[in-house]
């Protein structure tokens, strides 16, 4: 239970008090700030008019001369609030967020390079390390070179999208329950770590590839 700050009334934990409507200092996980069912599929459109609804709420303007407990909820419950919003609206940190909740944060294990990516990454590696050992003054070379790489970024993008597709469908049998939880929860993890990896070799060849884009 906790007790309002400003009408004392006491109550099961929440953002706003069922009496008042003032901002408690109630410990919540973020789906429970947003007041939503810990659900990994999420309408993103919902989602953003909840975050603003209860920001108007809860926001410390309203609360600029009440006394120093309730102001001081209302800065936690919008820091609280932006920080579940934050992490909820984007799947990646949404599923890590979720297996927390759950007792299955990730291991080290799970973290380490998935074994069907492991040749890519070398394959990407090399690709940017010729590039950067490439003699700028011999166009042929470095055009072919960028060629090159532009064509794989657009491969990693294709593996990203159907990564974030396999995620989707994971999000969906999980809040389902169709199938074995364990299984699914190890496919969580594993679609979570390729997605980590692809992400960084996008990130490594937009730097790469960059200056030519530019000029």
Aim: with cysteine.
């Amino acid at each position: 239970m906790v007790q309002c700050p400003s009408c004392a009334r006491r109550q099961e934990p929440r953002l706003l008090c069922s009496n008042c409507g003032a901002p408690l200092p109630a410990e919540l996980d973020y789906f429970g700030v947003l007041g939503l069912p810990r659900k990994l599929t999420l309408d993103l459109q919902r989602l953003e008019s909840i975050y603003h609804e209860i920001g108007r709420r809860v926001h410390p303007d309203r609360f600029a001369t009440q006394p120093e407990a309730v102001r001081e909820a209302s800065l936690r419950s919008t820091a609280l609030l932006t920080q579940s919003y934050r992490i909820l609206r984007d799947p990646i940190s949404r599923g890590r967020y979720w297996l927390e909740l759950h007792g299955e944060k990730l291991t080290e294990s799970d973290k380490r390079v998935p074994a069907e990516l492991a040749e890519l990454v070398f394959e990407v590696q090399e690709e940017l390390a010729q590039l950067r050992e490439a003699d700028r003054n011999n166009r042929k070379a470095m055009t072919s070179l960028v060629s090159a790489i532009r064509e794989r970024r657009q491969a990693l993008q294709v593996s990203m999208d159907e990564a974030r597709g396999a995620l989707a469908e994971n999000f969906a049998k999980l809040d389902r329950q169709s199938g074995d939880r364990a299984s699914l929860i190890g496919n969580l993890k594993a679609v979570l770590s390729k997605i980590a990896y692809l992400g960084t070799l996008i990130r490594d060849v937009d730097r790469e590839i960059e200056p030519f884009d530019a000029s």
